[in-house]
């Protein structure tokens, strides 16, 4: 029995779907590119900024970034040395860069950067730490990535009182490359952290590769490892896709989705290397771009990266989707490159373009781009309904969604809905031994808490075993709520 209470089911995956009898397509939406809200226009980030995430900080009431600045020597060449650098919104959607005196560049102390040290490293991932039994000197968790003089690969823990003077506090008794921006979070459900962390295997084993030099049969992967009190870890290996094909996958962006925090939502970039120059590249944008790269390193050149979307429930097992949540989209001077659509760890709730009385707010993602090849990276927002990575779609003929018996608590029914004008919902909510049966009223609009009246009042079916049935049409259905 699938107990929901009255939290937020989303329709990202199959976990309440009667797929014997559903006929409504799982349809994956995609994120729409709005405007540049960070440029890298400082001396220390004329690189541009990588391995950008952020949070909501409910202590201060603002969001808080945290991203790699590297300068530019050549248009191939940055340099060795990597900072930290950080950014605050109130918004989410304007930025600003305060001075934070911390460390020094080039005599001064006006700047940005909030992590500085001689040791290697490859990127810098902050979390708020909710669980009610952290130290307050440990709140703000930060994982680094940091080579040891043996050149051996870590991922070293720092702690943080406010976020801005960070504390060196131990290794991770994690295995793995960690270069990619590995992410951690405290899930209340289950009351443990969750770490993801990249590395990479052959392809015939899921040991992990312990020679630092790919061979063409090597697979980058996302591995996860729990833990009580963010000391000890359980390892569970690669996250498990079940009998999907080994993909390279690059980075993760994994976290509880804020709207219903017992989801797990992951934003990989995919990693695609062909091999070979073929007509193909020949046609695409920077080409001359691309050859100076692969004369550099031939992966540099060749490779490409895109963004898929995957979702869990409990953070080791995930559905993914094949198809690309994020492209690399038309070609211009600047993309189609090794390094595309890394989006940004975090989320931020919007309002929309067209503003008024009764409009939703959507949901906000940051992903970096480049104005031109050789460019400098600039942090642009993505907006995506709210709950709509994912919905339940019925084109121009009439499809069902039925979901497996569950019990809800709660007096009435809120749904995530866009149709046409042509098109339609229509609810029907009975008990799995059939002695209670209500139905809906056709709905028709485009909101996502469209709240929905039946011929029977809700609450007598609360608590019981119940069955929701809808008849959808040119529709799109993302989520469920019993209020």
């Known amino acids: 029995?699938?107990?929901?209470?009255?939290?937020?089911?989303?329709?990202?995956?199959?976990?309440?779907?009667?797929?014997?009898?559903?006929?409504?397509?799982?349809?994956?939406?995609?994120?729409?590119?709005?405007?540049?809200?960070?440029?890298?226009?400082?001396?220390?980030?004329?690189?541009?900024?990588?391995?950008?995430?952020?949070?909501?900080?409910?202590?201060?009431?603002?969001?808080?970034?945290?991203?790699?600045?590297?300068?530019?020597?050549?248009?191939?060449?940055?340099?060795?040395?990597?900072?930290?650098?950080?950014?605050e919104s109130e918004d989410g959607c304007r930025w600003m860069k305060p001075s934070l005196g911390l460390f020094e560049y080039k005599g001064s102390k006006d700047n940005n950067i909030v992590f500085d040290r001689e040791a290697e490293i490859d990127n810098f991932f902050v979390f708020y730490d909710e669980n009610p039994t952290c130290p307050p000197e440990e709140r703000y968790k930060a994982l680094v990535y940091t080579e040891t003089k043996d050149k051996r690969q870590t991922l070293r823990y720092f702690a943080s009182a406010d976020g801005f003077s960070f504390n060196d506090m131990y290794e991770l008794?994690?295995?793995?490359?960690?270069?990619?921006?590995?992410?951690?979070?405290?899930?209340?459900?289950?009351?443990?952290?969750?770490?993801?962390?990249?590395?990479?295997?052959?392809?015939?084993?899921?040991?992990?590769?312990?020679?630092?030099?790919?061979?063409?049969?090597?697979?980058?992967?996302?591995?996860?490892?729990?833990?009580?009190?963010?000391?000890?870890?359980?390892?569970?290996?690669?996250?498990?896709?079940?009998?999907?094909?080994?993909?390279?996958?690059y980075t993760n962006c994994v976290s509880s989705y804020p709207f219903a925090p017992h989801i797990f939502v992951g934003f990989?970039?995919?990693?695609?290397?062909?091999?070979?120059?073929?007509?193909?590249?020949?046609?695409?944008?920077?080409?001359?771009?691309r050859l100076k790269r692969i004369k550099e390193n031939a992966r540099l050149g060749l490779a490409l990266t895109d963004?898929?979307?995957?979702?869990?429930?409990?953070?080791?097992?995930?559905?993914?989707?094949?198809?690309?949540?994020?492209?690399?989209g038309a070609e211009y001077d600047g993309n189609w490159i090794y390094g595309d659509c890394y989006p940004a760890r975090g989320f931020i709730l919007t309002d929309p373009?067209?503003?008024?009385?009764?409009?939703?707010?959507?949901?906000?993602?940051?992903c970096h781009d480049r104005e031109r090849y050789g460019g400098n990276l600039r942090l642009r927002r993505y907006t995506i309904r709210r709950d709509g990575f994912v919905?339940?779609?019925?084109?121009?003929?009439?499809?069902?969604?039925?979901?497996?018996?569950?019990?809800?608590?709660?007096?009435?029914?809120?749904?995530?809905?866009?149709?046409?004008?042509?098109?339609?919902?229509?609810?029907?909510?009975?008990?799995?031994?059939?002695?209670?049966?209500?139905?809906s009223v056709e709905y028709f609009g485009d909101a996502t808490d469209k709240p929905i009246a039946f011929r029977d009042p809700v609450v007598l079916f609360s608590g019981k075993e119940v069955v929701l049935t809808v008849r959808l049409l040119d529709a799109d259905l993302y989520a469920i709520k019993f209020e």
């Open 307 to 328: 963004c898929i979307f995957m979702t869990s429930r409990d953070g080791v097992n995930f559905k993914r989707y094949n198809e690309a949540f994020m492209t690399p």
């Open 391 to 439: 919905s339940r779609h019925a084109g121009g003929e009439e499809k069902l969604l039925v979901t497996k018996p569950f019990v809800f608590e709660g007096e009435r029914l809120t749904v995530n809905l866009s149709t046409s004008a042509f098109g339609y919902a229509i609810f029907k909510l009975e008990t799995a031994d059939g002695t209670l049966c209500t139905e």
């Open 1 to 87: 029995m699938i107990y929901i209470g009255h939290r937020r089911e989303c329709f990202f995956d199959n976990y309440l779907i009667d797929e014997k009898k559903t006929t409504a397509e799982a349809r994956l939406h995609h994120p729409v590119p709005r405007e540049v809200v960070l440029n890298c226009d400082k001396p220390w980030e004329t690189r541009g900024l990588t391995y950008e995430n952020f949070f909501f900080d409910s202590q201060l009431k603002k969001y808080r970034m945290y991203y790699l600045a590297r300068e530019a020597l050549t248009d191939l060449v940055m340099s060795e040395k990597i900072r930290v650098a950080y950014a």
């Open 173 to 249: 008794p994690l295995f793995g490359a960690f270069d990619s921006l590995n992410t951690a979070l405290w899930d209340k459900n289950t009351e443990k952290y969750y770490v993801y962390y990249r590395t990479y295997h052959n392809k015939n084993t899921p040991e992990i590769v312990q020679d630092r030099v790919l061979a063409p049969e090597d697979i980058r992967d996302i591995r996860v490892a729990t833990s009580e009190n963010f000391r000890d870890f359980c390892v569970h290996g690669c996250i498990n896709f079940g009998e999907e094909s080994d993909i390279p996958l």
């Open 268 to 289: 990989p970039s995919r990693y695609v290397n062909r091999g070979t120059w073929s007509v193909s590249y020949e046609a695409l944008c920077t080409k001359e771009g």
């Open 353 to 366: 373009e067209k503003s008024g009385k009764g409009v939703d707010k959507e949901l906000s993602m940051l």
